[in-house]
């Protein structure tokens, strides 16, 4: 009985057997397999599953073994070429997690009890389902800073769903978030102890996951003990698994230089512990790719002007105190000596060592660490250039040492690290960009934020996990042995997980302060630890850090993470790590695996004891009711009281609210207004919205307030503008769970598009993404034939329209009817034929329902001023028009609606759904959503497009171009057509920069947050945000934002063209820096149907530009060349777009 109610438990808790734990994940209970076999495709091609532990292009393998080392190396031939291909890199996880997946497996024994593992898995004979297919969708692009990214350059986060029937989606915006979404995917499977395959008990599983911290790495010191190559390599791998993207290797100290300098050859041979056991350039560059194809960016540390005594063996003359005695007064540990700080050698040493470094770091890492710990005081008064112990006398050129230092690596495109004296000890005058790392304490951390500087935090009371193997030096008996005995070292006891997990690298900060902490690292310092017992030193403490790195310290109700949780999910991912080839450490003993964590904690748990009864808190008094004490009072004086008591009310209100927002960081620019209620600027809004002036307006008002975040109150509802990407990532990605579109905009929205995927939050939300998201796989958007169908009937509309005889039309109404002809086909398998018949009551009711809730929405407090009668009968229309499309298929018995479902003909996305749910209001609403999106964002990028191509003739030659040597004029292009034509993608991509398609958008806090930036006076401390506080967000203007882009001169035709034109061929050898172009949203509300509009878009252009050679512009005459920007629910030209298509020669074809 006990072990099945164990077993109840263990399963319920199998949510949390992920190391680290995801941001979000709920999961089923139903059984699935998974085969070698298994389909897997990225971006629509399909990936090889072979076992091979790296891409054959990138490594070549060959085993050895250098002189001196005590384990087998493995050695590396350079790569050819520094191009990382995010096929290349995805495709090498791929092959990665089949052999984990397949030949390192985990079977689960020590987590069950004694002997009842086959009560808790799957029978191995038993009739298996296996996961049919894995499809990776990597929604953006990668750039160089994908791979070698400063702090929050690249976006990690990735979704994650198997689903019920045996698909698997992986959806990432980088191939980062790919790798990091494969190590999740491994550890929902394990292998079943007889062998008969592998398996996972959670299916369906949908996870959405992004990591708290943008730096999360381990330092390595591999300067006072020798580590091969091969063993670097397996720690990046142990690193990768654990979701760390950090490698900071202290490569050098007093007691060896280990990596060879070409210019200065003299450093490693002299420097070395033995010849051969160097680190030559071509291995540096092996660790460094190795490193960026599991996602980790190696940071190397240059220890200076301390710890740099072996420069002397090699460079006597660059040294002072060189290997001084008593050691104890010159250095912290033996052998001393440090660089001279005013002389002209050294200087030179340092420039010829950076030149030699920075074209080896910079195609692999933004950082360069330059030291700066524990530099002795006594040493300068060794030191003929200085002559002096006074931190007076020394500091001076100890500011000259890093600012030469730093100015050389910064005119180099790299940013400075350096460790926390050379700001908590020397207060030296750093630039802003100088990431400064702490290792001392909190009090640290907080000093380096309060001074501006982004930290990285890893106190050695907490995450030094080489503390507690007892001292290292030898005593001589006498006093200095009774002093140290028992030999404990400075920073014992041994910091053990628990420890380690309770960490919180953001303790005691403000808001504002902790948005500086970028992250942290774990650190291994190596005077006792060499490649023997490197892992058990490690691992898996480590992972205790990586999961406050990724996950945070607090879950998503803000409760301290329990350590029992931890603690099993701990010990299963240790016996993953072991499996993997890393000789990492127990958890616990195997009886504390076997049981409920409470029988191995302490204290002992007993029943809490009986509650107290509530407290009576009701007013009471000695003489009588407050009734009759209050009617002795004077109704003058008592409504006097009353007014007192509200003023003091509001005025208590207003001072809390203050603190709140004080606490959590700030205030944005307030804009000013001069009505009460800021009614003006209700008015302007309303007003800006009618005459198509918004994006003029939300320019004018960043630029008046000298910032892109402002707010204002209008009704005394406090409410924050932004076209800041830091914070438009926040509001979408990094704190996605604290906002949302909330109650107001629910309760807005509510009567035309329902409960449906874009009016609702949290739970409600995710169940809409898993009823729609299965309909927009590539299987159903590479589906060209619904769109060739209407294609053809656009065609013949134009025809009749009289296109043929150069007639001037407005193509954007012909676009919009298109778009809605091919989303109702789509939808409902029947096409409202608005090409045919133009007057459709559908399609009229549509525009007008669409009309009159924009202003509802932007009009706020004044939108009951506005008349609904034709919203009221535009519903009517939409909902009469449905009904019986919703009725039919609610009529088709469970095997009909089945066999529609899987069979490509008569497939219909209302059957899918229906397959779902049979809730007619559900199916009502997600049919009204993506009718909305589907139609009028595609209709309207389409419409933009030949606005722009009209203006821009050049585009359309190289467009046809393209079209004409891919498919001449007469193929119809297939989906692979599509994606393989660069200058069509490079056009889709320029109009959707210009014109994104939802250019406004809102969302509401959900808890008391934060926005990153916009607050203080600089504007670059965060923001605090209370909870139900709107947040309007305009990617339109971010992506006009000049500042966001590399310079542009108007009389150099080689510079950047001007970011406010319209150019498809920048993008050729440029891309966007990550959340600067988010066209279609960004994070996990990413556009459900993105890939659906681009194909359907992108085909339309093509096949209408195989028949019509010419588009001419008639615009100029309407708008003098300023588009009208009619943002309603998207942005379309608010008067069209008038155009004449010359048809190509018939003998051309």
């Given amino acids: 009985m006990w072990s099945s109610l164990y077993l109840i438990f263990l399963f319920s808790s199998s949510t949390s057997a992920v190391w680290p734990v995801p941001q979000f994940f709920k999961h089923g209970n139903s059984t699935l397999w998974v085969s070698e076999s298994l389909q897997v495709t990225y971006n629509g091609q399909n990936l090889e599953t072979k076992l091979q532990d790296v891409h054959p292009d990138l490594l070549d393998v060959q085993a050895g073994q250098k002189w001196g080392s005590q384990v087998p190396v493995t050695q590396f031939a350079a790569a050819d070429s520094l191009n990382f291909s995010s096929s290349d890199i995805v495709q090498s996880a791929v092959s990665r997690a089949w052999k984990t997946l397949f030949s390192q497996n985990l079977v689960p024994w020590k987590f069950h009890p004694r002997n009842e593992l086959p009560q808790f898995e799957p029978s191995g004979s038993a009739e298996k389902i296996y996961l049919s297919s894995l499809k990776i969708t990597q929604t953006g692009s990668d750039t160089a800073s994908t791979f070698k990214p400063l702090a929050g350059e690249v976006d990690e986060s990735y979704n994650l769903t198997i689903f019920q029937d045996g698909t698997a989606k992986i959806s990432a915006v980088s191939s980062t978030g790919v790798l990091r979404a494969f190590e999740t995917f491994i ?17 369906p599983v949908d996870i959405i996951d992004a990591p708290k911290f943008a730096h999360r790495g381990l330092n390595l010191d591999v300067a006072r003990n020798w580590f091969p190559v091969s063993k670097i390599l397996q720690t990046i791998d142990a690193l990768s698994w654990n979701k760390f993207n950090r490698l900071h290797l202290h490569i050098v100290d007093a007691q060896s230089w280990p990596i060879e300098i070409p210019a200065l050859p003299e450093l490693s041979e002299k420097g070395a512990f033995q010849t051969g056991l160097t680190y030559s350039p071509s291995e540096i560059q092996q660790i460094q790719t190795y490193a960026i ?18 420069v002397g063996l090699a460079y006597p003359d660059l040294i002072a105190a060189q290997n001084a005695k008593p050691w104890d007064t010159y ?12 002389s002209s050698a050294v200087d030179t040493f340092i420039s010829t060592l950076w030149n030699e470094l920075i074209p080896r770091i910079k195609p692999y890492s933004s950082y360069l660490h330059t030291g700066g710990d524990e530099v002795n005081l006594n040493v300068y008064a060794l030191d003929e250039t200085v002559k002096s112990s006074d931190p007076a006398v020394i500091k001076p050129y100890l500011q000259r040492f890093m600012d030469r230092s730093h100015a050389q690596i910064r005119a180099a495109g790299l940013t400075p690290m350096v460790w926390e004296e050379m700001v908590t000890e020397w207060d030296l005058d750093l630039g802003e960009d100088v990431v400064v790392q702490s290792w001392l304490s909190d009090k640290s951390v907080e000093r380096i934020v309060k001074g501006g500087h982004k930290a990285i935090a890893g106190s050695y009371q907490f995450w030094y996990l080489d503390c507690g193997m007892g001292q290292w030096l030898g005593f001589h008996q006498g006093d200095s042995f009774q002093k140290y005995y028992p030999f404990n070292d400075y920073c014992s006891p041994t910091k053990n997980w628990r420890l380690i997990y309770s960490y919180d690298p953001t303790a005691n900060l403000s808001p504002s302060e902790a948005s500086l902490v970028i992250g942290g690292e774990v650190h291994i310092w190596s005077e006792q630890t060499d490649p023997v017992n490197l892992d058990m030193m490690v691992w898996p403490r480590a992972a205790a850090a990586g999961e406050v790195l990724w996950s945070g310290g607090k879950d998503a109700e803000g409760k301290n993470r329990s350590q029992l949780d931890a603690g099993k999910r701990l010990g299963v991912w240790r016996e993953r790590l072991v499996n993997r080839g890393i000789q990492a450490g127990p958890v616990q003993m195997v009886f504390c695996t076997q049981h409920d964590p409470d029988e191995c904690s302490f204290p002992a748990i007993t029943k809490n004891a009986p509650g107290h009864p509530a407290l009576d808190f009701i007013p009471r008094t000695e003489n009588g009711t407050t009734e009759e004490r209050c009617s002795f ?9 009353l007014v007192a008591a509200y003023i003091i009310v509001k005025i208590t209100q207003w001072i809390s609210i203050n603190r709140k927002i004080r606490e959590l960081g700030g205030y944005a620019p307030r804009i000013k207004t001069y009505l009460p209620y800021d009614l003006d600027l209700v008015v302007k809004t309303v007003k800006s919205t009618i005459t198509h002036k918004n994006l003029e307006a939300w320019q004018s008002t960043f630029t008046n307030y000298n910032s892109y975040t402002v707010e204002a109150c209008p009704a005394s509802l406090r409410c924050i503008l932004t076209a800041d990407p830091e914070n438009i990532k926040a509001i979408l990605a990094t704190q996605f769970t604290d906002y949302g579109k909330g109650k107001p905009f629910h309760d807005d929205w509510k009567e035309f598009l329902g409960d449906s995927i874009f009016t609702t939050d949290l739970e409600q939300w995710h169940n809409s993404r898993q009823l729609i998201r299965p309909q927009f796989i590539k299987d159903r958007v590479s589906d060209l034939e619904v769109f060739e169908r209407h294609v053809t009937v656009l065609m013949n509309a134009l025809n009749k329209f009289g296109v043929q005889q150069g007639r001037e039309i407005d193509i954007s109404n012909f676009f919009f009817r298109y ?52 919203f009221y009968a535009g519903l009517d229309t939409i909902n009469s028009f449905l009904e019986p499309f919703i009725e039919a298929t609610l009529n088709l018995s469970p095997s009909e609606l089945d066999m529609r479902t899987k ?142 882009y590399p310079p542009h001169n108007p009389v150099d035709p080689s510079s950047f063209p001007d970011p406010l034109q319209f150019c498809p061929d920048r993008w050729e050898d440029w891309q966007p820096k ?22 359907e878009m992108a085909y339309t252009l093509v096949r209408l530009l195989q028949r019509f050679e010419r588009i001419e512009n008639r615009m100029h005459e309407v708008d003098g060349g300023d588009p009208c920007l009619k943002a309603e629910i998207v942005l379309q030209p608010g008067q069209g777009v008038k155009v004449v298509l010359y048809e190509m020669d018939s003998e051309k074809v």
Avoid at 187 to 203: I, N
Avoid at 294 to 310: A, C, Q, W, Y
Avoid at 331 to 342: R, S, T, V, W
Wanted: net charge positive.
């Fill in 187 to 203: 550890q929902l499977f394990y292998e079943q102890s007889s062998g008969k395959g592998v398996y996972t008990t959670l299916a």
């Fill in 293 to 310: 194809y599991r996602g980790v960016e190696v940071i190397l540390e240059f220890d200076t002007p301390g710890h740099t005594s072996v």
């Fill in 331 to 342: 250095c912290a540990e033996p052998p001393c000596g440090q660089l001279k700080l005013n």
């Fill in 633 to 641: 009072v004077s109704p003058k004086l008592f409504a006097l009281g």
């Fill in 819 to 870: 778009t809605l002809d091919a989303a109702t086909d789509f939808l409902l398998g029947t096409s409202v034929d608005s090409l045919i018949h133009p007057k459709q009551d559908f399609a009229e009711a549509f525009a007008e329902v669409q009309r009159v809730q924009n202003l509802i929405v932007r009009a706020g407090p004044l939108s009951h001023l506005f008349s609904r009668k034709s």
């Fill in 903 to 1044: 069979s490509e003909e008569g497939y219909t996305f209302l059957h899918a759904l229906a397959s779902f749910t049979r809730d007619r209001k559900v199916l009502r609403d997600q049919l009204v959503a993506v009718l909305l999106a589907g139609r009028d964002t595609t209709a309207a990028t389409l419409s933009w497009t030949f606005y722009e191509l009209a203006r821009h003739p050049e585009v359309v030659m190289k467009l046809r171009e393209e079209i004409r040597n891919t498919l001449g004029w007469r193929r119809m292009p297939t989906y692979a057509d599509l994606k393989g034509m660069k200058y069509l993608q490079h056009t889709m991509n320029e109009t959707l920069r210009l014109y994104p398609a939802i250019p406004f958008n809102v969302r509401l806090a959900l808890n008391d947050t934060t926005l990153p930036r916009g607050g203080g006076p600089d504007g670059r401390s965060p923001i605090g945000i209370l909870k139900d506080t709107p947040i309007g967000y305009s990617t339109m203007v971010m992506q006009r934002r000049l500042d966001l």
């Fill in 1074 to 1095: 990550p959340w600067t172009y988010i066209p279609f949203n960004g994070g996990p509300r990413i556009c459900i149907g993105q890939q659906f509009a681009l194909t």
